[in-house]
């Protein structure tokens, strides 16, 4: 599975979007790009995947650039509660939570 | 909530001793995996079960070993264990290899190994 480069950490406002970027330059064609968070003292909670095309759910929306080879996570309205480890997860399979390599993530903070 | 427990939440063993942590996945999932998060690290894969067969590894060694239930819950064994055991274990629940994406992981088991 390919790598993935995130920022160490971020911070945000409290009602401002929060744009969490993610490098993966040498995602191959047929892998996902997927992201969990983890609030601490809990586990990771999964946000949100896609493949090619833009995604958005009632969490969060994924932006993938064309040449898939970065994406950014965006939440549209942060609020403390969204303060966590947000990790960037690119792979091939569906299935779950199979093999998922975490990295060390981006921190984010909302500041009130 | 997930409706992913795991037991115990909290756990201190002394080197070489062997130890078994429990995880009950959410109801109706198939599949279970089971994570080892470092301290300041992120959670890294230990193995999957799917229908009580061991179908997907990392780069741990064999004492780590597991089991799956006919009732889909499954168990995480470490023998001998080493200091560097130490560490938060996190188990996930989801739909299997048709399920898609989601997974629900527990609040994990903190062993500390002293």
């Known amino acids: 599975d390919a790598k993935t480069t995130q920022p160490t950490s971020m911070d945000c406002a409290e009602g401002r979007a929060a744009n969490l970027p993610c490098n993966h330059s040498?995602?191959?064609?047929?892998?996902?790009v997927y992201w969990y968070r983890q609030i601490h003292s809990q586990g990771p909670q999964y946000i949100i995947h896609?493949?090619?095309n833009n995604e958005t759910n009632e969490m969060a929306s994924l932006i993938i650039t064309e040449d898939r080879k970065s994406s950014t996570l965006i939440l549209p309205h942060a609020t403390l509660r969204d303060t966590a480890v947000y990790y960037c997860?690119?792979?091939?399979?569906?299935?779950?939570?199979?093999?998922?390599?975490f990295g060390t993530g981006t921190r984010l903070t909302v500041i009130p | 909530e997930t409706g992913v427990t795991q037991s115990p939440t909290h756990l201190i063993k002394t080197r070489g001793q062997q130890v078994t942590l429990r995880c009950s996945s959410q109801?109706?999932?198939?599949?279970v995996s089971w994570y080892q998060q470092a301290l300041g690290q992120g959670p890294q894969f230990i193995f999957q079960?799917?229908?009580?067969?061991?179908?997907g590894r990392g780069n741990f060694p064999p004492r780590f070993s597991g089991l799956q239930f006919p009732n889909y819950s499954s168990e995480l064994n470490v023998n001998a264990l080493e200091l560097d055991d130490s560490a938060l274990y996190l188990c996930?629940?989801?739909?299997?290899?048709?399920?898609?994406?989601?997974?629900?992981f527990g609040q994990g088991t903190r062993l500390t190994v002293v």
């Open positions: 996930a629940s989801s739909l299997g290899v048709r399920g898609g994406a989601e997974a629900f």
């Open positions: 040498t995602i191959s064609g047929n892998e996902y």
């Open positions: 896609g493949l090619k």
């Open positions: 997860i690119v792979r091939v399979d569906q299935t779950g939570a199979n093999n998922l390599f």
């Open positions: 109801s109706g999932h198939n599949t």
């Open positions: 079960y799917y229908r009580e067969e061991e179908n």
